[in-house]
């Protein structure tokens, strides 16, 4: 098994940690284009999950430029990130390799909340929070999209 292939969950991991949401909401999506994960993801596969995963990441994008939105680091922000980073790590390692893509994608994802609240605070003292917010979203979209992308493979 080649260290490479386990990539795509530690960069799943990083995007979860800026959005705890958004690496879900990108494996759902890859489902509904008929993709497949390398690992077995059969959860996400259940329409209330499906449709819950791609809810809740479209309600984070918003819930983010509120003016009461907690920090990424509070315990329940942290709880989402170990999860999503969790459930998406494992279904972008290879089959029987889960595990251990659940574990890197959680230990990418914490430490880089931290880092990555450390630069939106900056960001948000230079140019406020809703245009940090939006550009931190389109890069962390485009992140999440492009890591499943790479990860994923057409159904046959």
């Known amino acids: 098994m080649k260290a490479l292939a386990l990539v795509p969950s530690v960069l799943i991991g990083a995007v979860a940690s800026a959005r705890s949401m958004t690496p879900m909401a990108a494996i759902v ?32 994008l918003f819930g983010d430029k509120m003016k009461s939105a907690p920090d990424r680091t509070v315990f329940l922000g942290l709880l989402a990130r170990v999860m999503s980073a969790g459930i998406a790590g494992s ?36 140019i406020g929070q809703t245009k940090s917010g939006l550009i931190e979203d389109a890069l962390i979209v485009a992140a999440g999209a492009a890591v499943v992308a790479m990860a994923t493979g057409r159904r046959r």
Do not use: S
């Open 91 to 126: 279904a972008l390692a290879p089959r029987g390799r889960e595990k251990l893509g659940a574990a890197l994608a959680v230990g990418t994802a914490v430490p880089l909340a931290y880092l990555g609240l450390a630069g939106r605070k900056k960001a948000m003292a230079r």
């Open 29 to 60: 999506g890859a489902r509904l284009a008929h993709r497949k994960t390398p690992g077995r993801l059969v959860l996400l596969d259940h329409p209330l999950f499906r449709f819950g995963g791609l809810a809740m990441g479209a309600g984070e």
